[in-house]
């Protein structure tokens, strides 16, 4: 609901009217950027957002849908990530039966383009993508933390009211001089993180290195810059949250050919979430961008889907025939003109690897029909919209950094269960209670204790490794209980798996002395782990379906 985010009408298209919420563009920002200080100050944030999306209601859905996703019982490996399900990218991955490949239903095979600048927007293509191409870092599927895959990193930061010395000798790229300049003395920052990069090839055959970091960077850079009256680097869905991200990044240092500092001003209370921010583990090999980046700026197509409407031209992407040939010919034309693209010409001169570069890439298109290189354990081997198969196989290369069965610590997941409670049905106000409590070893627990009036008498959280917690209110606080019915909530979560169960039941106060005996309450698990949380195994003699991926699996 942020019109900034391009995500509202108009989508920033000056060609079109456009919706504005100056109010909500302020907050969501600050969320974008990290400008709180504390969890406590985030947490207004979205709430302040949320009812903002709502009183405007820019859009109105109607339908609530609920997809249903199943597996073949004989297929093992299936990870069920709380929240994109079974569809999460670690489940084509991990996933094996007693054959050579897997075929998977989906419902769309094609229903966006696929460019990874403004393409990749629904999640047809963005399940396949994630098979192909390995990020930096993701979300842990059963914490929403963020993990490392392709990064190690170290987070310093002096946040959220701090600076840190940001190198002299930092660099980054001037739009307006189009060349990388050094930062130069007395610039600070907020954050700093140091990434040990985990390259490998791309599909190509051509090794990852850091000139694919750095053109990356200067693409943030250049395409983030505040568009001028005849500037052709800017896209109406892109730029915007690019410009964002620009403005935060304050400088990089290379260290080696693994290791590159990103000086940022932005701070989270989570580490992980500096990490992810500052991420700038590359998605495809810098030639395609080159490649890309001409097409655009010379008219014939477009990144986003509002640009390609409001200047009548495709919307770019590689898995089309005729937008890989395109790029192919780019490419040709960079090879045989022996073209250094500016974002790179400070770094590297060596004419054979950028004709490399460029040859590799240049064969690739040419044997499979399409230009969707990337790095992951699958490669996309072909596609074909006349029988909607898209065909990907698993990339047998040395220098690929995990093994198969790498993300199996997945499969299972240890998620927190309420056994017993043994709270008394009648409570005498003004004297202690002691309510034991029976829950999976590991677990934090989270109470609140709420008397008639709705005011919270008593709440908190307690963990134990053992499974066994009590919690104990004073003659103070039982003092403050209503006569008549009072509620208790309990809220038992794991450190590996952030799905609360959940435990509620409500007591009678009464003034004086009660003689009724403890009830206890068992909690049966089947209570609590619901349908929406198993992943059921089911034999199909036969299926509908829109699409099939083919992945052959030699090794997977």
Do not use: C
Not at 108 to 126: E, H, R
Not at 133 to 159: H, L
Not at 282 to 294: G, H, I, N, R, V
């Amino acid at each position: 609901y942020s019109p900034w985010f391009s995500n509202t009408p108009g989508f920033n298209n000056p060609s079109y009217w456009n919706y504005k919420d100056d109010y909500m563009d302020s907050i969501s920002q600050s969320i974008f950027i990290g400008n709180f200080t504390s969890a406590e100050q985030r947490t207004e944030l979205l709430k302040k957002a949320v009812n903002e999306g709502l009183k405007e209601s820019v859009r109105i859905f109607l339908v609530s849908k609920i997809d249903q996703y199943v597996s073949n019982k004989k297929v093992d490996g299936i990870i069920n990530d709380f929240g994109a399900g079974i569809t999460s990218r670690f489940t084509p991955i991990n996933a094996r039966d007693n054959s050579n490949s897997l075929t998977i239903g989906v419902k769309k095979i094609y229903q966006g383009a696929w460019n990874p600048v403004a393409g990749f927007t629904d999640s047809a293509s963005q399940q396949i993508w994630g098979t192909v191409s390995d990020p930096g870092s993701f979300k842990n599927p059963f914490t929403g933390t963020t993990i490392p895959v392709r990064s190690d990193w170290k987070v310093e930061t002096a946040g959220p009211t701090g600076k840190l010395e940001v190198p002299s000798d930092a660099i980054k790229w001037n739009s307006a001089q189009q060349k990388w300049i050094q930062v130069g003395n007395g610039v600070k920052s907020i954050s700093k993180v140091t990434f040990h990069l985990n390259f490998g090839n791309w599909h190509n055959g051509q090794p990852m290195d850091m000139n694919d970091i750095l053109y990356s960077i200067y693409f943030l850079y250049q395409w983030g810059a505040q568009p001028t009256e005849n500037s052709k680097t800017f896209d109406s869905e892109y730029s915007p949250k690019a410009n964002q991200a620009a403005k935060t990044l304050i400088g990089i240092r290379v260290i080696d050919k693994n290791t590159i500092e990103v000086y940022q001003d932005y701070w989270h209370f989570d580490e992980g979430e500096i990490a992810d921010s500052a991420g700038v583990f590359p998605s495809m090999p810098w030639e395609l961008f080159y490649a890309m980046e001409k097409s655009v700026t010379d008219g014939k197509v477009a990144f986003s889907r509002s640009e390609s409407v409001s200047k009548n031209v495709d919307w770019l992407s590689l898995l089309v025939p005729n937008d890989a040939n395109m790029l192919k010919l780019n490419l040709e034309e960079f090879s045989k003109s022996n073209s250094i693209p500016i974002g790179l010409s400070t770094f590297e001169k060596n004419s054979q690897y950028y004709n490399m570069r460029y040859s590799s890439t240049i064969s690739w298109i040419e044997k499979h029909g399409h230009a969707v290189i990337g790095n992951g354990p699958f490669y996309l081997d072909s596609y074909s919209p006349e029988a909607r198969i898209i065909t990907i196989r698993s990339f047998d290369d040395p220098t690929y950094p995990f093994e198969a069965g790498y993300w199996k610590k997945f499969e299972n997941v240890n998620v927190a269960t309420i056994n017993r409670v043994d709270v008394p049905t009648i409570v005498s106000l003004g004297k202690e209670l002691i309510i034991p409590i029976s829950v999976t070893q590991g677990s934090t627990i989270y109470y609140y204790v709420v008397n008639a009036d709705g005011n919270m008498v008593d709440s908190g959280d307690k963990q134990s490794d053992t499974g066994n917690i009590t919690i104990t209110l004073s003659k103070e606080k039982t003092s403050l209980l209503s006569v008549g019915a009072n509620d208790l909530k309990i809220f038992a979560v794991s450190d590996s798996a952030l799905k609360p169960d959940i435990f509620h039941t409500s007591f009678l106060g009464i003034q004086g002395e009660s003689k009724t005996i403890p009830e206890n309450i068992e909690v049966s698990s089947s209570s609590i782990v619901g349908p929406d949380y198993i992943v059921i195994g089911v034999v199909l003699s036969a299926i509908a379906i829109g699409a099939i991926i083919a992945l052959n699996k030699d090794e997977f």
